[in-house]
């Protein structure tokens, strides 16, 4: 899953980076509003943090206009300003959720993951389909309720294609959600790895449909 970090502290922007890749995300950096406005994918991305305070004008301007242009994925809140009045502001604008820092980041992974629950329309921490159960609070998996070790790509995909059972996830689709921009892009890396997913998740799980690329049955 990938989020979109908009922070201008570079110090705090990279030790954020760090702990959430840590926890299985794959992060993308933008630094001002300028850069936030021009993210070329904003439909892919999981959820999105955003600071207030950046250097080229406020961050709820670039909330506003997120929202004006249907971005449709969660975004957090992340800032030092932590008036009520700041708050009510930036929840009416469109966010989802008001985080003041400094805030311990169990707190922040929670509450990101409450996002993804809601954003879902579902309660209950886990995901589950055809017999795998996941945890992504915890990183475990779970397959006909024995646990399975899958590696962070792994767990990753896996990830997606519980959030997106019953769809078709073609190979572009799949790298667009897993890899940030920085990251090195290649289709036969897609293949390898949903081979792997495969053999530990048991194959009739993932469909191949040829010209389209995969689907999780559900």
């Not at 009416?92 to 311990?104: L, M, T």
């Amino acid at each position: 899953m990938r989020l979109l970090l908009v922070e201008d502290d570079e110090q705090l922007a990279r030790r954020l980076s760090d702990r959430l890749r840590g926890a299985g995300f794959a992060v993308d950096l933008a630094r001002n509003r300028a850069e936030g406005e021009d993210w070329p994918d904003m439909d892919k991305m999981a959820a999105v943090i955003l600071d207030l305070g950046l250097p080229d004008r406020d961050g709820m301007d670039l909330l506003r206009f997120w929202r004006a242009r249907r971005v449709e994925c969660p975004i957090l809140i992340l800032t030092a300003r932590g008036s009520w009045q700041d708050k009510v502001e930036g929840l009416n604008a469109g966010a989802d959720d008001f985080v003041v820092k400094p805030v311990r980041f169990e707190e922040l992974l929670a509450r990101l993951n409450a996002l993804f629950r809601r954003h879902a329309g579902k309660h209950d921490p886990w995901l589950e389909e055809a017999g795998i159960r996941l945890d992504p609070v915890s990183r475990t998996v779970l397959r006909d309720g024995e646990p399975l070790v899958l590696s962070k790509q792994e767990f990753r995909l896996l990830q997606l294609f519980l959030r997106r059972s019953g769809q078709v996830l073609s190979q572009g689709d799949i790298i667009e959600h897993l890899y940030d921009l920085d990251s090195q892009r290649e289709l036969n890396a897609v293949e390898v790895l949903v081979s792997r997913l495969r053999r530990k998740i048991g194959r009739d799980r993932i469909t191949t449909l040829r010209g389209l690329g995969y689907r999780f049955e559900r």
